[in-house]
């Protein structure tokens, strides 16, 4: 009885718990399928947003950039408890000219992304001293706190 007992308990264990790997899908999903319809100079933003919807990040510069990105990610097994492992992980830049058409486009995916060298340089601080427009938005929000100056300084 006891051994039934056992048995009945260790199976409900194994039964509730699941051996799928549990997957985890951000941006637009089939990107890289996705991005080979979009014709340069031809394709528009209405185009563009009829595909692929609206951009993860909007750029305006000179050009419109548009940013979109695909990530898709598994937890893994029950052995190897609360890992990610990176499935997916994809990146497309559009760059539209004044006119809405598709001026370029360049897709990256993860073996890409690998070979793009980034610089070790890092800029130093340029200046100590606070800019006039923090000065005066320093003393608003004091005025805005305090308006009669009473509060005690420490």
Known sequence: ?????????????????????????????????????LILNSSNKND???????????????QD??????????????????????VINNVLLLEIDNKGLLMNKKFYDQKSMRRIKFTKNTTGILSKKNTFVYDFLTSMRQKINDP????DRK
């Open 48 to 62: 563009i947003l009829k595909l692929l919807g609206s951009p993860s990040t909007k750029s305006t510069f000179d």
């Open 65 to 86: 950039l548009w940013i979109y990105i695909e990530r898709k990610t598994e937890h893994s097994s029950l052995i190897k408890f609360k890992t990610e492992k990176v």
């Open 1 to 37: 009885m006891k051994n039934l007992f056992i048995l009945i308990l260790i199976s409900l264990f194994f039964s509730s718990c699941t051996l799928k790997k549990k997957e985890s899908h951000h941006g637009v999903h089939f990107l890289y399928k996705k991005q080979e319809k």
């Open 148 to 151: 009669l100056g009473k509060r």
